[in-house]
């Protein structure tokens, strides 16, 4: 990652001020910025003006270059076939959900099928917001395999929503280097509620590792060219998690080498939704959930805006590899509705899990792990 491109580290700093928000109230988060990325960089797409430009800021940094940002999760969304053994399965939709009497701009439609599995689909916003609310879910269901079964909760489509951006992913990979089953056994993990036994696994393999600046990095490869990276702070993760930041996570990627790592990581569940309304407004991201939205690169009428963003994440991790689901619901609404040497790493205390895309940098799930 010392060499990282421009569009990694924007995607980087974007995950981690996520993260930050997201994560503020304490305990257990986990979300996918793959998936937010997605949907707010198609939102980007459709806004114009001030719209556009706060959403750009974020995703794209000092260098707003959504184009590359789109490139990167673009290819993200492939994951190369393994020369043996068991083949990783990714699923990755991007759907525009519309009103069938809301007009959508040609110029989105062939910007929309530039992203993977990118299309249009109707539902019955305005007339039937049960219906529409289940054939949104029951689409989400397909693709992250049943992991996220009710993306959108009751009341969450008004009499005035009107469309929907919305991306779904999954992913299941094994590990390069499995956990052995019969290695797995209670042990403590010191938690800020108190110190518990949870299941902890253990191998002992070469892994990438480093140790600067207060942390400790684990790489733990998996097919596919994925990989999931354990940052595991020296001291307390409430302490130290302020200091992590793009250069702290890519100066640890740098300085990391092949060593024998006898690793005690324990097993991971989490299913998490969060509401980023609040948080992207925290982030700089304002205007389109005012009246003053600007989204006519999605449709000609001018008087649509963001109700809501809605997402929920599920990271599970065992001895054989990761498997995670996560989904992002863009909700639109119209202002007026018409009808080296071997170390030792105990993961035993809280600490932070990102699962990547090795080639591009794309984070397909950011974690804090508190209370596992």
Not at 199 to 206: F, K
Request: glycine share 8%; hydrophobic share 45%.
């Amino acid at each position: 990652m010392s060499e990282a491109t421009g569009s990694e580290r924007a995607h980087l700093n974007f995950s981690l001020a996520l993260h930050r928000e997201v994560a503020a109230g304490g305990g257990d988060s986990c979300f996918s910025p793959y998936s937010v990325a997605s949907a707010l960089g198609l939102v980007s797409r459709a806004a114009r003006g001030s719209t556009a430009d706060e959403l750009i800021a974020l995703l794209a940094g000092a260098v707003p270059d959504i184009a590359g940002q789109a490139e990167l999760l673009r290819a993200a969304a492939e994951l190369p076939e393994p020369a043996s053994g068991e083949a990783p399965v990714l699923a990755v939709s991007n759907t525009l959900w519309v009103w069938d009497e809301l007009p959508v701009e040609d110029g989105f439609r062939t910007e929309l099928a530039t992203w993977p599995a990118g299309q249009v689909a109707t539902a019955p916003f305005g007339t039937d917001t049960e219906a529409a609310r289940r054939k949104i879910n029951e689409d989400v269901a397909e693709t992250t395999r049943d992991l996220i079964p009710e993306l959108l909760q009751p009341g969450t489509v008004q009499p005035d929503t009107v469309a929907s951006i919305v991306n779904a992913l999954y992913l299941k990979t094994a590990w390069t280097f499995r956990f052995p089953d019969g290695d797995t056994e209670p042990a403590e993990f010191h938690a800020p509620s108190g110190t518990r036994r949870v299941p902890t696994m253990h191998n002992s393999e070469r892994l990438g590792y480093a140790a600067a600046d207060g942390w400790q990095l684990v790489e733990l490869p998996a097919a596919g060219g994925v990989q999931a990276l354990i940052l595991l702070p020296d001291q307390g993760l409430a302490a130290q998690e302020s200091d992590v930041d793009a250069e702290l996570v890519a100066g640890l990627l740098a300085a990391k080498r092949d060593t024998t790592v006898h690793l005690a990581l324990p097993k991971i569940d989490l299913d998490l939704r969060s509401d980023l309304n609040d948080v992207l407004r925290r982030l700089g991201v304002r205007t389109m959930f005012t009246p003053a939205a600007d989204l006519t690169g999605l449709t000609p009428d001018p008087r649509i805006e963001v109700s809501d963003v809605l997402h929920q994440a599920v990271l599970r991790i065992d001895e054989q590899g990761l498997e995670g689901a996560a989904a992002t619901a863009v909700m639109m609404r119209l202002v007026s509705m018409p009808s080296g040497d071997p170390v030792s790493v105990r993961v035993d205390r809280p600490f932070l899990l990102l699962v990547r895309h090795a080639q591009s940098g794309a984070i397909y799930f950011l974690a804090r792990v508190v209370e596992p």
